[in-house]
């Protein structure tokens, strides 16, 4: 597996941008229905603007998640590969239909930049 | 060089009448807001929407303005594809806001409250919720979980994976109904950001 | 700049095979490239197989990333467009380029995202058709 601190490090120094702080940052997705079995919610949406995310633990998260934000957007696959994704701006995680559980965590490594 | 950027929202209409908040970060290394414009999938949609629109809460765009107007076609040049304010906006990093309001105007063609023959609707029924950010039925974009549960009503968001259409009507508005519009749609809002 | 610079219309191909995947963008551009003054995305062929409208403003978006990922230009929305009135012009841009760089970005597909273009299982049906979308770049290059 990459080193996330070492990897972020040098892709911020390579595109000139100065870490001022970076930090692993869990982000707790929740499905919730209704008796019905409707689904209510199971996707979770926040602001990364001026930020730099990357997702660490995708082979952790269901086959058919989707992630979007402003500069990246992926759609986690079975043959997704252990590679590094950059997020920045409105992130938004949508658990798949097929997800029956109640919750899931993404684990991201949170990079702000000077 | 590196004068401009095209940042964008997108925000999920799932039902007639629904109201849709957004709020967004300018990126800090653009100072001037020049430009925005709308766009989307179906255009029967807009008619009679409006999109209201403030930066670091100062209102740009009154809630009551029509969405359609802030549309602009394959058909216009793509450097004119968007209404520009004639003054830019400063920015710093600044609070970009905004709300979508599905058929709001159709709502206002039972008005009785003016004289019988017509006449100028008064503003504040015009803009029946005045704030950004109060309002029972409003659905908010912020990053807020309680709030997402409003969005729940959208069965669309997780059958169609983010797409348009949330079955057979994507991409087929059927001719003979042309006012037709399909839910859930998305609206996509683009701002000119500028140094 | 030198004497020889020229204006060059760059296109970068992509094919959408998938309604809900997204389309990756990873290539590398061409040395000679210096600067790019315009951007203009089209679809190519494709979404005629699927629907008889000559217009649809929508058909998805695209994010371009320029100067190896240093330069988020932002979103450009892709329309499928038949009709005679179509503008063909360039949006303008004023891009200078590193030469040699990576262009990145993505482009997600909107339209024909239902259950009968794409099953549950991920298999796409008959009627659902690839279709290609096309940036071209004008380009000032000293090739």
């Given at each position: 597996m990459i080193n996330i601190e070492d990897y972020a490090e040098r892709q911020m120094r390579r595109r000139g941008m100065e870490i001022t702080y970076a930090r692993m940052l869990p982000v707790v997705v929740r499905r919730i229905a209704d008796n019905n079995g409707q689904v209510l919610v199971n996707s979770m949406e926040f602001d990364a603007y001026n930020q730099y995310w990357y997702l660490v633990n995708a082979y952790e998260l269901p086959v058919g998640t989707r992630i979007t934000s402003d500069t990246h957007v992926t759609l986690l696959e079975t043959h997704t590969n252990d590679t590094m994704e950059e997020f920045s701006g409105k992130i938004k995680i949508e658990l798949p239909a097929s997800f029956t559980g109640n919750v899931c965590q993404a684990l991201f490594y949170q990079v702000l930049v000077k | 060089m590196r004068g401009f950027r095209y940042q964008q929202v997108s925000l999920r209409i799932s039902h007639k009448g629904q109201r849709v908040y957004f709020n967004a970060e300018s990126h800090k290394?653009?100072?001037?807001?020049?430009g925005i414009a709308l766009s989307i999938?179906?255009?029967?949609?807009?008619?009679g929407s409006t999109f209201g629109f403030r930066v670091n809460e100062k209102k740009i765009l009154d809630e009551s303005h029509e969405a359609h107007l802030l549309v602009f076609g394959n058909d216009v040049p793509p450097n004119q594809r968007m209404m520009f304010f004639e003054a830019p906006v400063p920015l710093q990093a600044s609070k970009l806001e905004g709300i979508y309001t599905d058929s709001a105007l159709q709502a206002l063609l039972g008005n009785t409250s003016y004289s019988p023959g017509g006449g100028v609707i008064p503003p504040a029924e015009v803009n029946i919720k005045k704030t950004f950010v109060s309002g029972k039925d409003i659905v908010s974009y912020s990053p807020v979980i309680a709030d997402a549960i409003l969005i729940s009503d959208n069965t669309g968001v997780f059958t169609g994976?983010?797409?348009?259409?949330?079955?057979?009507a994507a991409g087929s508005p059927d001719p003979s109904n042309p006012v037709q519009v399909y839910y859930p749609y998305d609206v996509r809002i683009t701002m000119y950001l500028s140094k | 700049m030198t004497g020889s610079t020229r204006v060059i219309h760059h296109p970068i191909q992509l094919i959408v095979r998938q309604p809900l995947t997204p389309v990756n963008i990873y290539t590398v551009l061409p040395?000679?490239?210096?600067?790019?003054v315009g951007v203009k995305v089209v679809h190519s062929v494709g979404v005629h197989l699927m629907s008889a409208d000559t217009y649809l403003p929508a058909i998805g978006y695209l994010s371009l990333e320029f100067n190896n990922r240093s330069y988020h230009m932002g979103h450009v929305d892709v329309s499928f467009d038949n009709r005679a009135e179509a503008s063909d012009a360039y949006l303008d841009t004023e891009i200078d380029i590193i030469p040699g760089s990576l262009l990145s970005g993505h482009y997600e597909n909107k339209v024909f995202t239902g259950t009968d273009y794409q099953r549950a299982d991920g298999t796409i049906t008959d009627k659902w058709s690839n279709y290609i979308v096309t940036i071209y770049l004008k380009a000032l290059s000293d090739d």
């Open positions: - | 290394d653009y100072t001037l807001l020049k999938g179906y255009e029967s949609a807009l008619f994976g983010g797409g348009l259409s949330s079955g057979g | 040395g000679h490239i210096r600067r790019v």
